[in-house]
C-alpha cells in the first residue's frame, strides 16, 4: 500500500526488484560458511562422523524460536537426529536461509518432524499441505496409510481426515497394495465402520480383511472385532457358503461370527418386509456401502460436458436380499452443465419494455437428476440412497475426489459440482475433457413393525 501511495500520479515510478540477487548470495552465504559466528554439529546413529554446518546465528533465529535458545549463550550447538531427519539436514537449514525447499513423498515426514521439533512454523504448515495435495501421487510401497499413522501421533487432525477420505474413497487401490499389511488395528476399525467406502463389493473388502489378518495375526478379541464389521447380509449367499468352506480365518474364528452368519443366511431367505418385523434393519449392518459392482449402479462418462444437455438410463436391483436380487429398477439420469437457480434466470426489467437481463453462460452451474422410470408396490419398506462419484486424474492415476449424496426424498444433490468450470479443458474435475461419473444406488430397507421379542 505504502508503494502503491508513492507511485501514484508519477508516471516515472519503478519497482526494481534483486530478491534472486539476494537469495543466491544468502545460499553462497551458507554454502562458504563466510562471516559464520555459530557452528551446527549434526550427529546421527547412522555416521560416526557429525555432519558440521557453519551458520549465521541472525538467520537462524528469524526462523526458529528454539535456534534463537540454543544460541544465545553459545557458538557451538551439538545436535542429534534420527537418520531419517539427519539426512534432510542440509534441506532444512537451506530453507532458513532462503525460503524454500524441494522434496519427495518419503521425505515428506522427516521434514516435517525437523519443522515441528525446531518450531519453524511456516515450513510445517508448508508440509502438511503438500501431504494434504499429494495423497494421490504413485509411490511405489505406498504413502496414505503412513501419513495417516503420522497425522494421529502429532495431533494433525485435518491431515488426519484428508488421509482417511482419501483411503475411504479409493480402497480399491490400497487393498492390493503393499501398504495394506501396514494397516494399524484402529485405521482398519474406522474404516470398516463406514458407509462411504469405495470397493467392488463386500466380498472384496472380506478377501482383503482376511489377508490383513493372516499377516498380522493378532490376538483373539481383535480379530474377532474385525471379523464383526464386515457386512454378511451384503454377501450373496452362495458366497457366504463357499466362505464357510475354504476360510481359514472363517473358521478359526467362527464361534465369534456365527451369529451374523445365521441372520444373513435368515435376511437372504425371507422377504425383506417380513424380516423387518423381527429384526432391526436401520443399521449400518445392513446399509450397503458405496460398491462399484454392476447391480449397483453404472459408469457414465460425458465426452465435452460444458456443450448439451445429457441423459442415460442403467438398471439396478431392488435391493440387497436376495429376495430382492432378481428384481430391477430402473432409472433415468439428466445431466445439464449450464442450469440456473432462479435467482439467475433471465426476468423482464422494468426499465425498458420487453428487454430481459443479460445473463452469462458461466453464472450456470451443472446438475444432475436422478429418477425412478417406474414405480412398484415392491419398493414399500425400501428407500434409495443416491451416490455420485466423480473421477479425476491425478499424479497419472484416475481416482475419486469427489462423492455427492442425496436421498430418495431429493432428485438431485444441491451442491454437485458446484466449483467445477467444466468450459475449461484443464479443469481437476475432466480427463481428457470428459467427465467420468459412477452413479451408485443404494436400497435401504426400513423396519416396518415392531414386534417384541
Known sequence: AAQKADFSGDSTAATINHSLTLLQRLQELLQNGNGSDSVLRVRSAASDEPK???????????????????????????????????????????????????ILLHQAIPMHQLASKYRVWGLQRGVAEYMRTHLASESS???????YHYAVRVGDAALQESCLQF???????????????????????????????????????YTAVESWLSRRQPEAPVAERVLRAIRYPMIAPSQLFRLQAQSAVLARHRGAVQ?????????????????????????????????LAPSWGSQWVITNPARDDRSTSFQTQLGPSSHDAGKRVTWNVL????????????????????????VRIEDGRPRLVITPAMSSPDFAGVSFQKTVLVGVRQQGRVLVKHAYSF????????DFLVHADLQKRTSEYLIDNSLHLHIIIKPVYHSLIKVKK
Not at 497394495?177 to 463386500?202: C, Q, T, Y
Not at 445431466?335 to 443479460?358: H, M, N, T
Not at 436421498?407 to 444441491?414: L, N
Open 167 to 205: 483411503l475411504a474413497w479409493n480402497l480399491s487401490a490400497v487393498l492390493g497394495s503393499a501398504e495394506w499389511g501396514s494397516v494399524s488395528v484402529e485405521l482398519l476399525l474406522l474404516l470398516l465402520e463406514r458407509s462411504d467406502l469405495v470397493l467392488h463389493s463386500e466380498l472384496e473388502l
Open 259 to 291: 451369529d451374523l452368519l445365521f441372520q444373513a443366511f435368515q435376511f437372504h431367505a425371507a422377504s425383506p418386509l417380513h424380516f423387518a418385523k423381527y429384526f432391526d434393519v436401520n443399521c449400518s449392518m445392513f446399509l450397503p456401502r458405496n460398491y
Open 407 to 414: 436421498h430418495q426424498s431429493s432428485d438431485e444433490a444441491a
Open 141 to 147: 510401497q505406498g504413502h496414505v496409510v503412513g501419513w
Open 335 to 358: 445431466f445439464s452443465p449450464r442450469w440456473l437457480p432462479v435467482s439467475l434466470r433471465p426476468v423482464y426489467s422494468d426499465s425498458v419494455a420487453g428487454a430481459i437481463q443479460p
Open 52 to 102: 558440521v554446518f557453519h551458520t549465521h546465528q541472525l538467520l537462524l533465529s528469524l526462523q526458529s524460536e528454539v535456534f534463537e535458545s540454543l544460541l544465545r549463550n553459545q557458538s557451538v550447538v551439538t545436535l542429534y537426529e534420527p537418520p531419517e531427519t539427519a539426512a534432510l539436514f542440509e534441506k532444512f537449514i537451506r530453507y532458513l536461509y532462503c525460503g524454500g525447499v524441494s
